[in-house]
Nanobody
């Protein structure tokens, strides 16, 4: 299954964006999906994840501000980002839920793709 992230942009601090992650086929619906982000010089960070049956979890830094959801009919996972802060600026990727450690996350067997840039101005 291939995944495509979209929806990034430039917003002011306190603003909102909704990112979309679209899968290429129905296998997408059976996979746990994560939204990740990366800033230059740092590892990939898991921001939020959702299981195939809709259970979610979030990084502490985004709890209460970001919401992950999925629409199986359209093979899409969304990340609604509210109350954005300049420190949320990063390239955001969607991918299968992978393995994360202190140095970052990896998803064996899956490419990261181009991601989508989110820039929050102060």
């Amino acid at each position: 299954v291939q995944l495509q992230a979209s929806g990034g942009g430039l917003v002011p601090s306190g603003g909102s964006l909704r990112l979309s992650c679209t899968g290429s086929n129905r296998i997408f619906n059976s996979k746990p999906i994560g939204w990740y982000r990366q800033v230059p010089g740092e590892g990939v960070e898991l921001v939020a994840a959702i299981t195939s049956d809709g259970r979610t979890d979030y990084a502490d830094s985004v709890k209460g501000r970001f919401t992950i959801s999925r629409d199986n009919a359209s093979y899409t996972v969304y990340l609604q980002m509210n109350s954005l802060k300049p420190e949320d600026t990063a390239v955001y990727y969607c991918n299968i839920r992978g393995y994360c450690s202190g140095s970052g996350c990896t998803v064996p067997g899956y490419d990261w793709g181009q991601g989508t840039q989110v820039t929050v101005s102060s």
